[in-house]
């Protein structure tokens, strides 16, 4: 098939302006100039577009949140891609970029919106090197700036760098970022799209760039012609980021409902070495781990049908795992990982990422007992649920999901442990540490 | 009858032992857990254990013990940690000797000894100063306040075991 | 007054405010504590402790019809979140359902203290909030018995972070609530703390130089639901349970706060009580639950080595000996016969109502109204008596709508708590406009700023008329003026004291609570002065017109002003009642009498709101002093006047037979309290942090003749004649919350924060003088002994004035706006 998000395969050098604009390149843009903001909000709708950041909500919905008569409203573009194992906004930012600042031009219209903020994580300087370069292309073409294309609307387009923090890809998170704060989550309500929840106080759509990358194509073919692609629920294209044991990682843009057999052995060439598929982290650390059981393998990638398994899609970033593979150390890597991204702002994340990690780190060293892993398992259910963002329960999905579905592996690691009990004779010099 | 047994039970007594201890000369053995004179300890390098906490006054019935606190430094220190007990003073008059005091000391610094010979004169010499209870510096150890490398005793309550 | 709505706690149904916090509301109304941390009712929720988790829903309505749906039962159904919410981001709503109690609740509770325990480090014994510690507080009544986390894990960070010079912080002791932080940016507006880092890692950083550079840092260890923040002066003093609570009145400046003294007996101080810390005592009215650092670490002057502790009489030598009362008495007695009717006293404003009285009734009793108000440097009391803010005036209320005009004041240095709720009122809305002739703090919160001419604030006044701020001013709800005195001579303090009572006059807001005038008068009783008869302008005549016997109470004449010795020449005898050995006493007293601080005794001030407010008795006794009301009655004793008055109580009672100002107040009227919102201080630390509930009484507010119904006429307020400089620049006095005073020089602590003396020098005329930014400048003014100070060339003062202040060094800088030759001295 031909793509609708890559088509920097199909249609080399297109991250320059000129391939692009010979290609159709904002022809949609210029089509939703001449329809009525709240029509493009409709056709959106229509589309069934979800949300590709991860939570998949449907886009045109969140669009038509904002409240029209406030004077001041912005676009915040999220390209703080940090979820482990996805890069997908990377490929669409390096090679089809304009298609992005069209998608956000067109959404930036739907809303009326006075800015765009293209949010982009710290490792990616040099992308928003060259996007600021494919931004003052727009500028010149006057798709960008003061009264774009005669409308007597006006728009600009920014990109910021984050400074590496994955909590700032969490949308609030990322508006705190955006204001020069620290990057921590805030109170809900008010949401991003109202008064006073979002960028400055105004009201925000706060998007992932796949998901506006999408728009352009839905502008230009109709809402029904996207509907076509996908499943009832989820319409459209999706990339899937494919990393791990496989033979060929990449990125790879389907249609949902795609199964995940299809895209893990048709289009990844399977697991290298002839080995047997131990696990699939279907949606990066965060989500949970499924064993790579044959009904597993037959579920249509879709957001209803993963989470029919107890898992979900989210971002889609799908890591493979072998049988040779120790499920305690994935475990214990990415809870790692939470931990050093935890913000720091609830109690439980910040202290339960910390204690998981310590309990971990005596898992697999040999030094702990079987007790340890309903430790960490308790632990982990108590940090589930009560966080203001949803990463206390992206770090409690590893433990509690890895301890259900791959008990043994934690088994094989206490059933080893030389448990000795560390003591310490209290009358010993009170030195500190 | 009965005045038979009577003399009997005299007479027997006579001629045993005197259970009577000639003291001061002879002392009579303590029991290990005998509470008496408290005794304020000190680790083996010579700092003391005790940390000005106060909880022991706290935990007196007979409101007998008076804590005032200070801050250590790495220049004078004299406990482990940034606190110290500046006065430490028990009025042994109050005292009633129960050991609620060793209960509640967090860091096992006051302990009920064996002495037991308090008899005062005066009223104020009933009140023991820290100076009074503190025992000597052990071997090997120095006296306080100490100088010490900065950075090494940050703890007032030593490191502990894990709970059991 | 307020829309009210209907929520649901534990199945019990309560009509609370709409758009109350649910925490506050379940406290307040359904008594039900909820467990915070990081929320307080001072300040905006975050969420983040993730404490306050409840089972929380809404009726069902149903949508069509707006009807309440019914289950089965006919009771309302009720659609439960699938999850716990916080309590503490929830604003109540009609028909919000909340369960506190369930065993869903209870666990959550349970999981969130254990997971604060696994990185708190437990040293409770030697911290300083133990005993009265919100983490230890919830940990017994919601943390789980047992310990999971291996010892070993914990972590080990740094337990002796200076934050400042103040304040130190324990890294392992805090739970990252971020109060403190929000505390410094939503309450002070000096955001001088920060996090840094993030996760476990993130701590509590000041990002000020010098560090946490604020006048307010001693409430964030009140706040602080931990031990984290601790202060310099308390640290490790006693434990909370040692302490004795006195009731206090700050004794440093006109807002009055309320203070609670902690006192314990110390071996160290002769086994006497000992002041061993200073804490807020809630007031909602007058400064809520915050104190700034001056009166939480300047209570040590009460004991310092330089107090007066015996009566002392000057020899024919010259040489004071220590003597007896009864002698010194004597002394003071037949000084006085001998001066029959020509005496005069000057009363410093750190004397309580009830000194004052006594001094009057003494001079009264000689035959004179000589009465003179130290330092006469304001004078607005007179005004403030008439149409001063209204009876029940709050600050706190303030908000939109309303209106905030501050002139001729620096008020962060000179009233720190008025600054600080006038900010907050800023905040919330309300129109503040500040005027001064140089920028101060104030400007930072301001909406409006005006800058007017040095000596100009009537002339500024006078031209607001009609621009757009006098609009905002006019059509406000309620309009505060707070008026000071900078760069002002004495006639021109009352005329823009006048002025500003006839903005207020004209645009209708007098006579009712949160509207009026504030005068930033010098001390904590000027108020108090006025209304028992002393005023700066009887000073101004003592100085002009010397009396033979002068008593000067609690007034530091030569520190104060560089001219006194000059005009205190021209006294026969001087008796002197202070608190300190050195100065007028040592120099210039025939008797000296020693009398007590706040601290030692009991009495009342009348606050710049005109509060009356009581203290009480706290510290042991310095040496033989007395209290100043005993003495100067004892001395009337001597000199026939009628027995002595035993107790301040009864001196009460007889000011309020004979002054108006008092009718109705009394000891026991003083005393009362009342419940106030928010409920701080109770068992419930975690609620409002350490911030002492009101046992001592919320005063009384005297009220103004605008209160009182009567017709105010309008004030003369003719504009000030600007002095002529004939070449000379104008030094304008200015006043620094941190100095040398002799109430203030004795807490060693904030020596390292009082700035080196210094003027504020316009660069045009330093260019004129050669004088740069850091060189020692001479200013030399009439009848005085020249001051050096370093020269500060900054934009700090305008043009053809010098900004000098006061009590930097112990050479007294110019009390009154004057005009004087500044030039470059070597060295």
Known sequence: MTHILLRGRDIPDIWKYDVYVENGGYEAFKKALSLEPKAVIDEVKASNLRGRGGAGFPTGVKWGFIPQSEPVKYVAVNADESETGTFKDREILETNPHQLIEGALICAWAIQATAVYIYLRGEFWDVAHELDKRIEEARRAGFVGQNIQGTGWSCEVYTHLGAGAYICGEESALLNSLEGKLGQPRVRPPFPAQKGGGLYGEPTVVNNVETLANVPWIITNGAAEYKKIGTEQSAGTKIFCVSGHVAKPGNYELPMGVTLRELLYEHAGGVPGGKAMKAILPSGGSGPIIPATDAVLDTPLTYEDMSKIGSILGSASIIVMDETVDITWVAAKVTKFFKHESCGKCTPCREGTYWLDKVLDRIMAGQAQVSDIELIDNVAKNMQGVTLCALGDFAANPIIYTIKNFRDDFMQHVQKADIKPASKARQAAPAGD | MNVIRGFATTFKHLLEEPVTYQYPEQIRPFAERYKGRHELKRYDNGLEKCIGCSLCAAACPADAIWVEAAENTDEARYSPGERYAKTYEINMLRCIFCGYCEDACPTEAIVLGHEHRLSFTNRKDAIFTKDMLIDPVPEGGQATPQKVEPGVFTRAIPDMEDPK | ?827
């Open chain 3, 1 to 827: 007054m307020t829309n009210t709505v209907r929520i649901i706690i534990n199945d019990q149904t309560y009509d609370v405010p709409a758009g109350m916090n649910l925490v506050d509301a379940a406290k307040w109304y359904a008594n039900d504590d909820i467990p915070v941390f990081c929320y307080h009712p001072k300040m905006e929720p975050v969420g983040m402790c993730r404490m306050c988790l409840v089972e929380m829903g809404t009726i069902e309505k149903d949508r069509a019809t707006g009807q309440v749906v019914l289950d089965e039962n006919g009771q309302s159904k009720v659609r439960w979140m699938p999850k716990l919410q916080t309590a503490c981001t929830t604003t109540v709503s009609d028909g919000l359902v909340i369960r506190t109690q369930t065993q869903q609740v209870q666990d959550a509770r349970q999981n969130v203290v254990e997971f604060l325990l696994t990185s708190h480090p437990l040293d409770c014994p030697i911290c300083d909030k133990g005993g009265e510690c919100p983490l230890q507080n919830l940990t017994m009544e919601h943390g789980p018995g047992v310990s999971r986390m291996a010892f070993s894990d914990k972590m080990r960070l740094d337990k002796h972070v200076p934050l400042g010079d103040l304040i130190f912080l324990d890294e392992e002791r805090c739970i990252q609530c971020a109060r403190c932080v929000r505390f410094q940016d939503e309450v002070v507006g000096d955001d001088v703390l920060a996090f840094h880092e993030r996760g476990r890692s993130l701590q509590i950083i000041t990002n000020s130089e010098p560090g946490f550079d604020t006048y307010f840092s001693g409430n964030t260890t009140d706040i602080c639901p931990v031990g984290a923040l601790t202060t310099a002066d308390f640290r490790f003093g006693a434990r909370p349970w040692e302490l004795t609570e006195v009731p206090s009145i700050c004794p440093h400046c006109p807002v009055g706060c309320n203070i609670s003294l902690s006192t314990r007996l110390d071996r160290d101080f002769g086994g006497k009580t000992l002041i061993k810390r200073v804490m807020p005592r809630q007031n909602e009215q007058v400064n809520e639950i915050w104190i700034c650092d001056k009166g939480r670490f300047g209570h040590h002057f009460s004991r310092s080595e330089d107090r007066l502790e015996d009566p002392l009489v000057r020899e024919r030598s010259g040489r004071l000996f220590a003597k007896s009362w009864t002698d010194a008495l004597a002394a003071a007695a037949e000084a006085l016969k001998a001066a029959g009717s020509d005496v005069a006293a000057i009363a410093g404003s750190g004397m309580s109502n009830e000194d004052l009285w006594a001094l009057r009734q003494l001079l009264a009793g000689l035959g004179s109204r000589r009465l003179g108000a130290w330092p006469p440097t304001h004078a607005g009391a007179e005004v403030v008596a008439q149409v001063g803010v209204g009876q029940g005036t709050n600050l706190g209320q303030l908000g939109r709508g309303d209106a905030v005009l501050v002139i001729a004041s620096d008020l962060e240095e000179e009233a720190p708590i008025w600054r600080l709720r006038l900010k907050q009122a800023a905040d919330r809305g309300a129109f503040l406009l500040v005027m001064n002739a140089r920028p101060t703090r104030m400007d930072d919160f301001a909406a409006q700023t005006i800058h007017y001419e040095t000596g100009e604030a009537v002339q500024a006044l006078l031209a607001l008329k009609d621009s757009d701020a006098w609009k905002q001013l006019a059509e406000a709800h309620n309009l505060v003026i707070v008026a000071g005195a900078e760069g002002l001579s004495l006639d021109g303090s009352r005329a823009l004291a006048g002025a500003a009572a006839n903005i207020l006059l004209e645009t209708e807001h007098v006579g009712k609570p949160n509207s009026g005038l504030l005068a930033v008068l010098p001390g904590a009783n000027a108020m108090g002065l006025h209304y028992l008869g002393f005023t700066p302008a009887a000073t101004l005549d003592i100085m002009q017109n010397p009396p033979k016997v002068l008593i000067v109470t609690q007034a530091d004449l030569l520190l104060d002003d560089p001219t006194a010795a000059h005009w205190l020449a021209k006294v026969e005898t001087i008796i002197s009642l202070d608190l300190f050995a050195s100065g007028l006493t040592q120099q210039l007293a025939a008797v000296a009498l020693p009398i007590q601080s706040f601290a030692e005794r009991d009495g009342s001030y009348v606050n710049g709101e005109r509060r009356v407010q009581r203290f009480y008795t706290a510290q042991g006794p310095m040496g033989q002093a007395l209290p100043a009301w005993q003495a100067l009655s004892r001395l009337g004793e001597q000199l026939g006047q009628g027995t002595a008055k035993l107790s301040a109580a009864a001196v009460m009672v007889e000011i309020a037979q004979n002054v108006p100002a008092f009718a109705g107040v009394s000891f026991k009227e003083l005393a009362k309290v009342e419940r106030q919102y928010p409920d701080v201080g109770g068992k419930d630390l975690y609620y409002g942090g350490t911030a002492y509930r009101n046992r001592g009484g919320l005063g009384i507010q005297i009220p103004t003749a605008a209160d009182q119904g009567q017709t105010v006429a309008r004030f003369e307020a003719a504009a000030d004649e600007p002095p002529k400089t004939r070449g000379k620049l104008v030094i304008v006095p200015s006043v620094r919350l941190y100095n040398r005073e002799r109430t203030f020089r004795p807490s060693a602590l904030v020596h390292a924060r009082v700035p080196e003396a210094y003027a504020e020098i316009n660069s045009a005329d330093a260019k004129k003088l050669g004088i740069q930014d850091g060189d020692t400048v001479e200013i030399a003014i009439q009848n005085a002994p020249a001051l050096r100070v370093r020269a500060h060339v900054n934009g700090g003062a305008p043009k053809g004035t010098v900004i000098v202040p006061r009590h930097l060094s112990d050479t007294a800088a110019p009390l009154a706006v004057t005009v004087g030759e500044v030039s470059k001295a070597e060295g």
